[in-house]
């Protein structure tokens, strides 16, 4: 059974820095690239997909919210991908979720939420003006 576990959720003021990590387990690999992304929600609004990446290519996409902002990166050796997260503004107060899925999806669903299977269950991030 596919798990994802995120870590490094924290508070922190404005212009601060965080690094968010998400570990993937019990996946085969299957010979497919696996698509990464990462998704953010507030209370009362919709999932936000923010940044992606695909495994095989190492190509990232990101919103045009944290584009400049977030770096999501991978480490394949331990199934990790990471999210800098520098600059952060009181609006990138939500909770932030994992997400993974095989194969990777098309480029313009990248950020979709329901293009992926496999989610974890977030982490919260708290950003104080």
């Known amino acids: 059974q596919v798990q994802l576990v995120e870590s490094g959720g924290d508070s922190v003021q404005a212009g601060g820095s965080l690094r968010l990590t998400c570990k993937i387990s019990?996946?085969?690999?299957?010979?497919?690239?696996?698509?990464w992304a990462w998704f953010r929600q507030v209370v009362g609004k919709e999932r936000e997909g923010i940044a992606a990446?695909?495994?095989?290519?190492?190509?990232?996409f990101y919103a045009d919210s944290v584009k400049g902002r977030f770096t999501i990166s991978q480490d394949n050796t331990k199934n990790i991908v990471y999210l800098q997260m520098s600059s952060l503004e009181p609006e990138d107060t939500a909770i932030y979720y994992c997400?993974?899925?095989?194969?990777?999806?098309?480029?313009?669903?990248?950020?979709?939420?329901?293009?992926?299977?496999?989610w974890g269950q977030g982490t919260q991030v708290t950003v104080s003006s």
């Open positions: 997400a993974a899925t095989v194969p990777e999806p098309f480029s313009n669903y990248v950020l979709a939420p329901e293009m992926y299977n496999h």
């Open positions: 019990g996946y085969t690999n299957s010979g497919y690239s696996m698509g």
């Open positions: 990446l695909f495994t095989s290519t190492g190509r990232s």
